[in-house]
């Protein structure tokens, strides 16, 4: 059975994003980017939000046309555009890039897209994840914590009143100081 895995980026003190949707903080370098790139092409579909799947459709599809992207950035574009999307939005009407549109999370439709043949599915968006952990319906996080302190932003888990046991399962330490703290849900 396919599993949920929740991957994001924060800061230190745990936020996804910096005042005013900032993400200037990312160091995301090419030794990174890479790895990302070899977790994203294994999965079978990117869960997202709206707000993630727009940010995502401004760049990614033609990221690898720009003289400026890095050969990791043009190989990610071609990963995003081949990827099934799946985006949560009851506002989004023309999806593109390999993209279905489903207007509410229904953890009934979750079961079944989880067994379904394929690859996991990558979730990311800090609101559509906290709709996922009051469900109880991620399976595994991916959390890259970035050695910056940013005091203040959106935090990535935003439902206070869901208490998670969680167990470690791998840690890695990427050369630019992110580290990858990757956690499968717990017992009791």
């Not at 790895?35 to 940010?55: I, P």
């Not at 800090?126 to 935090?155: C, K, M, Q, S, W």
Request: with cysteine; charged share 25%; net charge negative.
């Amino acid at each position: 059975m396919r599993k949920i895995i929740l991957m994001s980026q924060v800061s230190l003190d745990g936020f996804f994003e910096g005042l005013g949707s900032d993400i200037s903080w990312h160091l995301v370098d090419d030794e990174l980017h890479q790895h990302m790139n070899d977790e994203c092409r294994a999965m079978g579909g990117f869960l997202d939000g709206r707000v993630t799947h727009e940010l995502m459709a401004e760049f990614w599809p033609t990221a690898d046309q720009d003289p400026d992207s890095t050969a990791v950035m043009a190989e990610f574009a071609g990963i995003w555009r081949e990827m099934p999307k799946i985006v949560y939005s009851r506002t989004l009407t023309e999806p593109r890039w390999n993209t279905t549109v489903i207007r509410d999370v229904v953890p009934e439709e979750i079961a079944k897209l989880k067994a379904q043949p394929g690859g996991d599915l990558a979730l990311s968006g800090a609101n559509l994840a906290a709709t996922f952990v009051r469900h109880d319906l991620i399976d595994e996080y991916r959390i890259y914590v970035h050695p910056v302190v940013i005091g203040e932003g959106r935090p990535l888990f935003q439902a206070p009143e869901i208490r998670m046991n969680l167990t470690l399962v791998e840690t890695r330490r990427f050369g630019n100081g992110v580290v990858l703290l990757r956690y499968e849900r717990g017992q009791g």
